[in-house]
């Protein structure tokens, strides 16, 4: 689609409904500062209807009891010079920015199409307002297609969430405002702040603050710029957005495949999860033509379950932890390819054995020196977070995209929007590799 015209309309600022806490302030713990530096997670909501006059009213007032909920979101990352590690700040006056934006662009189009020009979601998102001093923690955009329908496009500083907290919130919204401005949300939903429970008994926080703060030969560097990333690329005519859809007919013939080829070996770790990061890994290799040496997958996993003690699912925060998969390219590049992906991936995630914080002494440290690596892949997004299931009043949303990925070239993970254990696998790509992905995956379907 060419120059998807958007038109902003107005920039507004959304507070918590009166009567919130005046202030709040929330330490980040060791899992919020690994992601410090790191880009803002931008995801992208779309719903039809038909009748769009008051949609605008309804999202920014149970937008602002929402937040009554979450206050902190309203808030900024700060780093005081006293302080040695940063804070998430709210006080009395703080609000979200909004921006309010309208589009006669092909809301069908949008919708539907498998493949887009990665640059036609970019003027859907917001910009978080970050600064060396102060960092938002959120910003909103919702942009109207008359009559046809709208988007909400949600950019989240990783500092402050993990997608499990940033979907529930949106999820509470979603809830405030189909139950026509009900205030009183599902236990499930309800955010629990208490840091305390997160231990951190060996000063973990600590050393990565100070590896933040030395970053690039800098003393007392509290920078809170988004530098983490090289110069992501411009989305560029030639850049592609895809979205495969593996249902669950297809996920589990991957399974079978594996348990064929690999009959030696039943400790292999066959969920949903591992069967489509190994398929999407394999393929990516060879629609890239990836040549030589070896390539990592990163996974992301929720730890809340995980720490000792457990602590609770509604924890407001980062609680996620890193394994990196490893295998030889040529070994991808064979036909028990999957095999080997889906080993890579099993040895990985059973590394948590070991507990979760093993070896997160390095995890900053590691993440900061690029040259450790050759190829990366890595997941955004879960299919657990069923962000599908996230009802405005206007009925499950037609489209679900982690923008993002065209910045961190990561791949994103969601459950389908066709419901049925599916699982949507989003990429951005250059349009000759989206094309050799899109072959292989036809030949898995077909």
Known sequence: MANLSVKKVEVCRVAPKPGSPENQSLPLTLFDLFWLRFPPVERLYFYQTSSTDSVLSHLKTSLSLALQHCPPLAGNLIWPQDSLKPLLSYVQGDAVSVTVAESDAD?????????????????????????????AAMALQITVFPNRGFSIGTAMHHAVLDGKTSTSFVKAW??????????????????????????????????????????DGRAENRSLSIAFFRKAPKATEDLIRGTFEFTRALIE?????????????????????????????????????????????ILSVDSRSRLDPPIPATYF?????????????????????????????????RSLEKGVLDGAEDWVSNFLDFSLYDRIYAIAGSHRFEVYDTDFGWGRPKRVEVI???????????????????VEVGLVLKKHYMEAFDALFSSLVH
């Open 107 to 135: 809301f069908d189009h949008l919708i539907n199409s498998v493949f887009l020009a990665a640059k036609d979601f970019s003027h859907l998102v917001p910009q978080v307002d970050v600064t060396d001093e102060r960092a």
């Open 174 to 215: 979603a809830y405030i405002c189909k139950h026509e401005e009900e205030q009183t949300l599902p236990s499930t939903l309800v955010p629990f702040y208490d840091r305390r429970v997160v231990k951190d008994p060996t000063g973990l926080g600590e050393l990565y603050s100070k590896e933040h703060q030395n970053h």
């Open 253 to 297: 013939r991957l399974r079978e495949d594996v348990t064929t080829k690999a009959v030696s070996d039943s400790s292999l770790h066959l969920s949903t999860f591992s069967l489509v990061s190994a398929y999407t890994w394999v393929s990516m290799v060879k629609a890239e033509e990836i040549k030589g040496g070896k390539t990592c997958f």
């Open 317 to 349: 925060g980062n609680c996620i932890v890193g394994r990196v998969a490893v295998a030889e390219t040529k070994g991808l590049l064979s036909e028990d390819g999957l095999v080997v992906a889906v080993s890579a991936i099993t040895e990985a995630l």
């Open 404 to 422: 993002s990925i065209d910045k961190t070239s990561a791949i994103s993970l969601s459950d389908s929007k066709n419901g049925g254990g599916g």
